[in-house]
C-alpha cells in the first residue's frame, strides 16, 4: 500500500470516528434543556457543515494524482483540523 491509500485510508477512519461523535453530541443535545438546545442547534448544523466538507476532500483525494494531490492534501489537512477543533469545543460544551 502506497502512503496516499494509507492516508486516505486512515482520513476515512477518523472521518467516521467523528461523524459517531456528532452523532452523539446530537443524542446529548437533544437530552439538553431548552436553552441548550438552542445554542446546540448552530453547533450541530456546523459540525455537519464542516464534516460535509472533509467528506468532499476525501472523495477529492481519491480522485487526485501527483501534484494535484499533494496540493489538495495540504487542502485537506486544514479541513480535518477545522472538524477536529469544532468537534471538541463542541465535546466542552455538552459536557
Do not use: C, P
Not at 67 to 88: F, M, N, Y
Request: aromatic content about 6%.
Amino acid at each position: 500500500m502506497n502512503s496516499q491509500d494509507a492516508y486516505k485510508q486512515k482520513m476515512a477512519a477518523q472521518l467516521k470516528e467523528w461523524s459517531a461523535q456528532i452523532n452523539l453530541l446530537e443524542a446529548k443535545m437533544e437530552n439538553a434543556g431548552a436553552d441548550m438546545k438552542v445554542k446546540g442547534v448552530d453547533e450541530l448544523r456546523a459540525l455537519r457543515a464542516k464534516q460535509n466538507v472533509a467528506s468532499e476532500k476525501l472523495k477529492e483525494l481519491g480522485k487526485a494524482r501527483g501534484e494535484a494531490w499533494v496540493h489538495l492534501k495540504g487542502t485537506a489537512d486544514k479541513v480535518w483540523e477545522d472538524l477536529k477543533a469544532g468537534i471538541a469545543v463542541a465535546h466542552s460544551k455538552f459536557k
